[in-house]
T-cell receptor, first 111, second 113 residues
Framework: GQQLNQSPQSMFIQEGEDVSMNCTSS?????WLWYKQDPGEGPVLLIA???AGELTSNGRLTAQFGITRKDSFLNISASIPSDVGIYFC???????????WGAGTKLIIKP | DAGVIQSPRHEVTEMGQEVTLRCKPI?????LFWYRQTMMRGLELLIY????????DSGMPEDRFSAKMPNASFSTLKIQPSEPRDSAVYFC???????????FGPGTRLTVL
């Protein structure tokens, strides 16, 4: 079946550092989404991307829809403690309405 | 406005018992999704509804799982009989017009002993 490969699985960073994570697939997607899950809560949508090459920001977060339409990237600048959590990518093809989810990147900030 | 409401928040039951999880989507939303999250398998879509009609239930693990949406403001996920491997956090999510912007509930943490 369709799969999204999300990396890295986890990241240990210092407060103030920049963070990069990505999501790749062997299939083309027409929509890429990035969600964040805080501990004990459900995921929340951060950024939605609908066009190849699109670069969209949400505060310190920036996401890009890869030119090949098979990947997407999320960057967080100047990380702060509240950035901890699990970041999920999700993709959708127009052929059906089901989102395909990545396994998540767990972000941990070292004290 | 209230978000997606799920009940109970925690459920502990014994193997073989019936478990019913409940969800109230955001008013006006026409999509409803049930997910299961575990450490081993991550976030899995079980089933989703559009306008109260089940569209894709291919993620439902087996016949022990069933889901209903009798009206636009209520859905249930039932496990009968429950097994220890069903232990997980079950999320309900809803969205309007598109499956992209999904609003998740707080989840139900199910423990089957």
């Amino acid at each position: 079946g369709q799969q999204l490969n999300q990396s890295p699985q986890s990241m240990f960073i210092q407060e103030g550092e920049d963070v990069s994570m990505n999501c790749t697939s062997s299939s083309i997607f027409n929509t890429w989404l990035w969600y964040k899950q805080d501990p004990g809560e459900g995921p929340v949508l951060l950024i939605a991307l609908y066009k190849a090459g699109e670069l969209t920001s949400n505060g310190r977060l920036t996401a890009q829809f890869g030119i090949t339409r098979k990947d997407s990237f999320l960057n967080i600048s100047a990380s702060i403690p509240s950035d901890v959590g699990i970041y999920f990518c999700a993709g959708r093809r127009d052929s059906n309405y089901q989102l395909i989810w990545g396994a998540g990147t767990k972000l941990i900030i070292k004290p | 406005d209230a978000g997606v409401i799920q009940s109970p928040r925690h459920e502990v039951t014994e193997m073989g018992q019936e478990v019913t999880l409940r969800c109230k989507p955001i008013s006006g939303h026409d999509y409803l999704f049930w997910y299961r999250q575990t450490m081993m398998r991550g976030l899995e879509l079980l089933i989703y509804f559009n306008n109260n009609v089940p569209i894709d239930d291919s993620g439902m693990p087996e016949d022990r799982f069933s889901a209903k949406m009798p009206n636009a403001s209520f859905s249930t996920l039932k496990i009968q009989p429950s097994e220890p491997r069903d232990s997980a956090v079950y999320f309900c999510a809803s969205s309007f017009h598109s499956p992209d912007t999904q609003y998740f509930g707080p989840g139900t943490r199910l423990t089957v002993l």
